[in-house]
Antibody
Framework: QVQLQESGPGLVKPSETLSLTCTVS????????WTWIRQTPGKGLEWIGY???????HYNPSLKSRVTISVDTSKNQVSLKLTSVTAADTAVYYC????????????????WGQGTLVTVSS | SSELTQPPSVSVSPGQTARITCSGD??????VCWYQQRPGQSPVLVIH???KRPSGIPERFTGSNSGNTATLTISGTQAMDEADYYC????????????FGGGTKLTVL
């Protein structure tokens, strides 16, 4: 059974870089697509981006200039970096395993990690 | 349009049927999935590919999708079903692809 656990600082100063890690257990990160999603009270759920095949990425165009997703296969971890953060980046950040079939135009996320709240404030 | 619209709230009495809708342009041409999010918890997949239930999800959760509207139906609603529900689809014609509905708060009165 796949389990995901996000970790990282809960408080980040404006203009700095948000860095989070998702540790995956029960599955190899080299096999599937791994996604970051965030949730804010104002904007709801927002897809940030994914990584697959240990290095191929695709990002939400609205965040693309500030986002980097990477993997550490030795630790079975997926990382998220978001630069130049503002208060608008305050959110609960989730990592999730992508399931379904792109060939069938079906994508869904299962399971999700427990999420980690990141507050951007000085 | 790549937006999914859900009603902000739906109320239902215990034992009754709750229906939560998700509307979008030609949504019936896309696969829709649904997530349940209880307070303080992360989302849990309850329906994928319009109407398929993952292992462990009760049979009272069903889904349908046609035209511009997908519907999550909860039959015999229980107090434990009180949660936020989100629809999600993949629009392969857009650069971002993944789209979520705004969520519906289900209240079991």
């Amino acid at each position: 059974q796949v389990q995901l656990q996000e970790s990282g600082p809960g408080l980040v100063k404006p203009s700095e870089t948000l860095s989070l890690t998702c540790t995956v257990s029960g599955d190899s990160i080299t096999t599937f697509y791994w996604t970051w999603i965030r949730q804010t009270p104002g904007k709801g759920l927002e897809w940030i981006g994914y990584i697959y095949d240990t290095g191929k990425t695709h990002y939400n165009p609205s965040l693309k200039s500030r986002v980097t997703i990477s993997v550490d296969t030795s630790k079975n971890q997926v990382s998220l970096k978001l630069t130049s953060v503002t208060a608008a980046d305050t959110a609960v950040y989730y990592c999730a395993k992508e399931s379904g079939s792109r060939g069938l135009l079906s994508i869904y996320f299962d399971p999700w990690g427990q999420g980690t709240l990141v507050t951007v404030s000085s | 349009s790549s937006e999914l619209t859900q009603p902000p709230s739906v109320s239902v009495s215990p034992g009754q049927t709750a229906r939560i809708t998700c509307s979008g342009d030609q949504l019936g041409d896309k696969f829709v999935c649904w997530y349940q999010q209880r307070p303080g918890q992360s989302p849990v997949l309850v329906i994928h590919e319009d109407s398929k239930r993952p292992s462990g999800i009760p049979e009272r959760f069903t889904g349908s999708n046609s035209g511009n509207t997908a519907t999550l139906t909860i039959s015999g609603t229980q107090a434990m079903d009180e949660a936020d529900y989100y629809c999600q689809a993949w629009d392969s014609s857009t650069a971002w692809g993944i789209i979520f509905g705004g969520g519906t708060k289900l209240t079991v009165l």
